[in-house]
């Protein structure tokens, strides 16, 4: 089993920065992705940033040049970095992470971009 906890986030002004950390435990060897999501109101859960065990990383076109997934392997820490942040990034964001046969959630942590 694994726990995904996220942390940071809160209420932040458009243009604004936020930095979301995911702590990991349990059987972290086993996870071979991690990647966080976003799920808006009255919207279906997507795809933000993906890094893979080879440090290749993926984004979605949305938040591209804004957005930085990196991982801390001494702390089992996955980060996505925010930058110039939009309203539209308003949404509850997820930790996950995936194993051969196992998908891993976090609890969320909700992002708010408002003046």
């Known amino acids: 089993q694994v726990q995904l906890v996220e942390s940071g986030g809160g209420l932040v002004q458009p243009g604004g920065s936020l930095r979301l950390s995911c702590a990991a435990s349990?059987?972290?060897?086993?996870?071979?992705?991690m990647a966080w999501y976003r799920q808006a109101p009255g919207k279906q859960r997507e795809l933000v940033a993906t890094?893979?065990?080879?440090?290749?990383?993926h984004y979605a076109d949305s938040v591209k040049g804004r957005f930085t997934i990196s991982r801390d392997n001494a702390k089992n820490t996955v980060y996505l970095q925010m930058n110039s942040l939009k309203p539209d990034d308003t949404a509850v964001y997820y930790c996950?992470?995936?194993?051969?046969?196992?998908?891993?959630w976090g609890q969320g942590t909700q992002v708010t971009v408002s003046s």
């Open positions: 996950n992470g995936d194993a051969v046969g196992q998908r891993y």
């Open positions: 349990g059987n972290i060897f086993s996870i071979d992705v």
């Open positions: 890094i893979f065990k080879s440090d290749n990383t």
